[in-house]
């Protein structure tokens, strides 16, 4: 039987517990991978000075610690690197991860929660929501009807594992869906992709624009304040991406002016957002304090789920999903 | 080739638009429904001094006129009197209903869009937007994490057009769904189906409970201080039958104590709400202004669909759907 392979889970104590992954955690996705957690020995261990004897020795590390930085004198046998969110924007440059390892994001684990909130968003925005909230806060009742949902169309920019969650939760709605990425290569989620040189002609469009692709030097702003007067009179966005891939104050200005029916943030700059930012009182604009895409109960389970599904890919050798393209930037 | 029906839309300027029903919409009616279409001669005519020569002439009423007492004397020849509400609960007694004229109501016209709302009802409070739109009122960001909704249980009040609505989207977001109507009789929306008689026992296990009946003698305060009690510590509850099936006093308590975790009602009491009402500050509520199930563009097509099915039955001499039973009152 061959050694076991050493793997370190950082425990970082600064993130939210929702992220942390426990010891308890960490068992019960064992008994529900028994065959490949039988072939690994793992270790919790705190981020900080503990953490350095136990990175000598590891293979495969979930999380990347706080001093990054280190890893290449400090973990020599390291193969296998996990990050336990899906957006690596705030790792680059990656010139810090050591030649010949691997690694790997969390795609995958946001999908499910993001798909409801984006039948959140798509409805309450529709709905007129925002005007309605506004409404009641100056408790005046003032009826604001609404068409449905079905036959309007989203256009959704970026086709990864919130993209593909933001066209399911349109086609649910009776929406038409155009997807946006690199290549125009089709998704099965979405009616029609088209590559994201064709974005200019597709906005004027949409009733609904989500923005839902990782943050890089190619999508930085890339729903500026040109590509806002695009959009359709009285169309609405969505950003569950990156504060970054928006610029914001654009957006703040067409809702604003009526140019645009509302919007939905889940991603601000900075985070937490002060309190003099315009931004809070836009009107027809929500804000929510980026939690749409986490499970308060299962996201640990998940990730777990994830990486054990990996885990059987590494030790037979196969290549790994879901790994970080340096290039690319995701 | 026998006469032509008279029928008598009858037009309500007081109404919102989207209730009435115009020239083009009647016509564009009759073209999906071509063969009951030649058997009818429809008139729109304005509600009041100019509608009694259309009513002593009317073999059929689409709109019940406001001097609904006088049809007895002023529509002898009335044999089917159409509301183009679901709810009759304002036109209770129906003493004034002429004797052997069939009434029917506008049940059918409201689930698409009931269904849209309730997924929006369903996703806000599970993701807990009446915090995040108060802390985004007060420029405060603070992270609020919540669980998916799949696996969530939800307790329908009425399996009528709204209540399966409600089932319906319900399953899709992954919940179980228990309905309650009057007597225990299954409905393919939901998963069980209990006499109202056991709500008392039913209560505690719901995460969701949705007020989805009509308002009548039985229905009236169906959901009290004592019920509201009964309810899961945390659980939410939804409102878009009519106000007068809770005791909204008691809701308002039972939040400000965090004893409930969120509501949305769609129905107060009365409409418009008044400024000085101490609904429009309670914690964790939110307040729609009977927007719920009304769709802004479709309302009147959907509402003519309803009844040329209707007609087809009607010329056929087959019984109507949707009849009221004044014993029941609804």
């Known amino acids: 039987m061959p050694a076991r392979l050493r793997v370190l889970i950082v425990d970082s104590p600064g993130k939210h517990p929702l992220?942390?992954?426990t010891r308890e955690q960490w068992r019960a996705a064992?008994?529900?991978?028994p065959a490949p957690a039988r072939r690994v020995a793992a270790r919790i261990v705190r981020d900080g000075p503990a953490l350095a004897p136990a990175l000598a020795r590891a293979e495969a590390v979930i999380g990347v610690p706080a001093r990054r930085d280190e890893l290449c004198a400090g973990a020599p046998r390291l193969?296998?690197?996990?990050?336990?969110?899906?957006?690596v924007d705030g790792l680059v440059p990656l010139d810090w991860l050591p030649r010949g390892v691997a690694f790997t994001n969390n795609s995958g684990a946001h999908g499910?929660?993001?798909e409801e909130y984006l039948r959140m968003a798509y409805t309450m925005l529709n709905c007129r929501m925002p005007r309605i909230i506004a409404d009641q806060h100056a408790r005046r009742w003032r009826q604001?009807?609404?068409p449905?949902?079905?036959?309007q169309s989203a256009l959704i920019v970026g086709l990864g594992d919130l993209g593909k969650a933001a066209a399911r939760a349109a086609r649910e709605l009776g929406m038409t869906v155009t997807g946006v990425n690199r290549s125009g290569r089709r998704v099965p989620e979405a009616d029609a992709v088209h590559p994201v040189a064709r974005l200019d002609a597709l906005l004027p469009r949409a009733d609904y624009v989500v923005l839902a692709t990782p943050l890089t030097a190619a999508t930085r702003r890339i729903i500026d304040r040109r590509r806002l007067a695009h959009m359709k009179r009285g169309a609405c966005l969505i950003n569950i991406a990156r504060a970054g891939v928006l610029d914001a104050a654009a957006l703040s200005a067409a809702l604003a002016r009526g140019r645009l029916g509302?919007?939905?943030l889940d991603v601000v700059e900075p985070e937490p957002l002060p309190r003099s930012s315009p931004l809070w009182r836009t009107p027809n604009l929500v804000i929510t304090p980026h939690v749409s895409c986490d499970d308060s109960e299962r996201y640990s389970d998940i990730t777990l789920d994830l990486w054990f599904a990996n885990l059987e890919r590494f030790l037979a050798d196969r290549a790994l999903?879901?790994?970080?393209?340096?290039?690319?930037?995701y």
Do not use: E, N, Q
């Not at 064992?30 to 991978?33: E, V």
């Not at 449905?148 to 036959?151: H, R």
């Not at 999903?321 to 930037?329: A, F, I």
């Open 321 to 329: 999903k879901h790994r970080v393209d340096p290039r690319k930037g």
């Open 262 to 264: 509302g919007a939905m």
């Open 148 to 151: 449905g949902l079905a036959g």
């Open 79 to 87: 193969r296998w690197l996990h990050h336990t969110s899906a957006g």
């Open 30 to 33: 064992c008994a529900r991978h």
């Open 144 to 146: 604001v009807f609404s």
């Open 112 to 114: 499910a929660k993001a």
């Open 19 to 21: 992220y942390r992954i």
